[in-house]
């Protein structure tokens, strides 16, 4: 990309930003802004917790007013992915509103998943993940309605389909902007290396459109092509070379990927109707591989029987991907080409950090900050920094270069170690919290009664494997440890010491339990790292860990208490107030 268009990024970010900004805790009135906010939830108790962040939202005027948002679980049962909530969510709106829905603009951000990526947003959601930026702090969702602030002025009533842990910036011709208002499918594509396009999905354009210099161009879609190989791309025409003005700062070869799409309102209730003769779903659907594909006349019923990109294949799912692909075929999917954007995901821990601390890019193109709204005494630098949000640091307190501390406080002589992340934590005076380690303190009710469990992991902890028993435990690396070699290290009984919750068939250190039930967040702390220090120094714990309750990231999650972990939080924003 080069500075002129970098500075035209910066400028249309910036733009959009203000518009939000002017209605952020106003009311906005009709056809100003989205008729329904809608976010999807895994559960019913990740769909409380989603409702009780909004009303607090709603509550410190973080949030535009004048308009519902809704918030709809999956039902219980089999996993049903984003395409499957897509349908429930569709469901769920017409049985609210009926034929007023046909006047409607819709957002639907899919925010379900228990984020074992990112597990600091496990508990909260990764919709309200923390951005360093704006006055109160911006969240995902926040950030997602201001990216899209100029979508619903220009959309004809149907649904935008988004997701919670993605960030789209792009810049258009000024005095132009993004139209919604042709039939069946609309969706935004982006240029990206043929690298990229093996993880995304990607658009077969027309062979008739011919690429120029405009940052926007309209054009219909042959066919949709997910998550292809580099050969598949080729054979297909999906390769796009640049124009001769541009080919001396881009890579001359580059695809179109997927973002965020719309559909109107008569294809939402074609996929209603499918939804009434199939339900329920007992396999997960795919809102970007499982409809899009299904698109464009290149469309084949083949993908149907492609589950080589399906994490588990599941009983059904061909025989509702083919019903998908038979009530879809035929429907124009229109694409806007953002040749002027980039895409962000943030759905990781690494990634998190990395876009937080060293990318200067995003930093230049969201303006974001090193400390938003925190009392602490860092000040802007270019990248790595560290980056401090909603947090009260004692000024004696180091947090280096590549961390994130979110949430959190921090006592006198506290120091982060490089590349770490520290949510939600109290930390005692003088600890420290060795580089590459994520931390993160969750409140739970056990017994009635409010407790604590500080989670901690290395950075590049995979926390999704998993080994078939207990017996095969020195298989999973904790810090680059097996399992078996730290339960000798904490000094837990060498025949029963590594428990795991759940499902004893899939053991991993998503599961498995490790950390001490304590009766403060900062004792709860405090025991964590006693842990950690112990593998980074080759030593014992001394004294061992005899005390049995110990909790899985899995049963603290299961157990939360989520009023608890936003009182805390509200303690910090009272703080900080106070302070400014």
Not at 6 to 31: C, M
Not at 117 to 138: D, M, Q, W
Not at 342 to 353: A, D, S
Not at 522 to 548: C, F, H, I, N, Y
């Amino acid at each position: 990309m080069t500075e002129v268009q970098n500075e035209a990024l910066q400028r249309a970010t910036g733009d959009k930003l203000k518009k939000f900004n002017k209605i952020r805790g106003k009311e906005v009135q009709p056809g100003q802004f989205w008729d329904l906010v809608v976010l999807t939830a895994v559960d019913e108790d990740q769909k409380f917790a989603y409702e009780l962040q909004i009303k607090e939202k709603l509550g410190r005027k973080e949030l535009p007013f004048g308009l519902p948002y809704h918030v709809f679980a999956d039902p219980p049962g089999s996993k049903i992915g984003n395409g499957g909530s897509t349908l429930y969510a569709l469901q769920h709106l017409e049985e609210m509103y009926g034929k007023a829905l046909s006047a409607f603009r819709v957002i639907l951000i899919h925010a379900g998943g228990f984020s074992q990526r990112l597990p600091s947003a496990s508990a909260l959601g990764k919709i309200f993940t923390a951005v360093p930026c704006g006055e109160p702090l911006y969240q995902m969702l926040e950030l997602k309605l201001a990216m899209y602030v100029d979508f619903p002025v220009h959309m004809k009533p149907g649904v935008l389909v988004t997701c919670a842990d993605d960030i789209e910036l792009y810049s258009i011709p000024e005095g132009d902007s993004i139209r919604f208002d042709s039939s069946g499918f609309t969706a935004l594509a982006h240029p990206s290396s043929l690298s990229i396009g093996t993880t995304h999905g990607v658009f077969v354009l027309e062979s008739s459109t011919k690429l120029g210099d405009s940052e926007m161009e309209y054009t219909t879609c042959q066919q949709f092509l997910h998550k292809p190989s580099v050969e598949k791309m080729q054979g297909a025409g999906a390769v796009c070379r640049r124009p001769e003005s541009s080919k001396a700062a881009l890579e001359e070869e580059f695809v179109y990927t997927d973002s965020t799409y719309y559909m109107d309102h008569a294809t939402s209730v074609t996929l209603l109707n499918m939804l009434k003769e199939v339900q329920p779903l007992t396999c997960e659907i795919d809102a970007y591989g499982d409809f899009l594909q299904a698109l464009g006349p290149g469309a084949s019923v083949e993908y149907t029987s492609n589950t080589s990109n399906v994490t588990k294949e599941e009983s059904g799912l061909v025989s509702i991907r083919q019903k998908i692909f038979n009530r879809l075929k035929g429907t124009p999917l229109n694409v806007i080409l953002l040749n002027n954007s980039k895409f962000y995901h943030i759905g990781t821990t690494e990634e998190y950090l990395f876009h937080l601390t060293q990318d200067a890019f995003l930093s230049r193109e969201l303006g974001l900050l090193p400390n938003a709204f925190s009392v602490c005494d860092l000040k802007a630098q270019e990248p790595p920094v560290a980056c401090v949000m909603h947090s009260v640091l004692h000024a004696s307190t180091v947090v280096s270069p590549g961390s994130v501390v979110e949430y959190s406080r921090l006592c006198a002589g506290v120091t982060v170690g490089e590349g770490s992340i520290v949510s939600g934590c109290w930390v005692d005076a003088w600890l420290s919290v060795p580089s590459q380690t994520f931390l993160h303190c969750l409140s739970v009710t056990r017994n009635g009664r409010t407790k604590f469990v500080t989670v901690a992991f290395g950075i590049k902890d995979d926390l999704k494997r998993s080994v078939a028993s207990p017996a095969d435990a020195s298989a999973l690396r904790y810090f680059a440890h097996g399992l078996a070699e730290c339960a000798e290290r904490w000094g837990l009984p060498p025949e029963g010491g590594l428990r795991f919750s759940g499902d004893q068939a899939a053991c991993s250190l998503w599961n498995a339990r490790l950390f001490p039930l304590c009766p403060d967040p900062r004792s709860s702390v405090t025991a964590t790292l006693q842990m950690v220090g112990a593998l980074r120094e080759g030593s014992a714990v001394t004294p061992p860990l005899k005390d049995p309750r110990r909790l899985s990231l899995q049963e603290a999650l299961l157990n939360k208490n989520l009023a608890d972990m936003l009182r805390f939080r509200k303690g910090l924003f009272e703080d900080i107030l106070k302070e400014k």
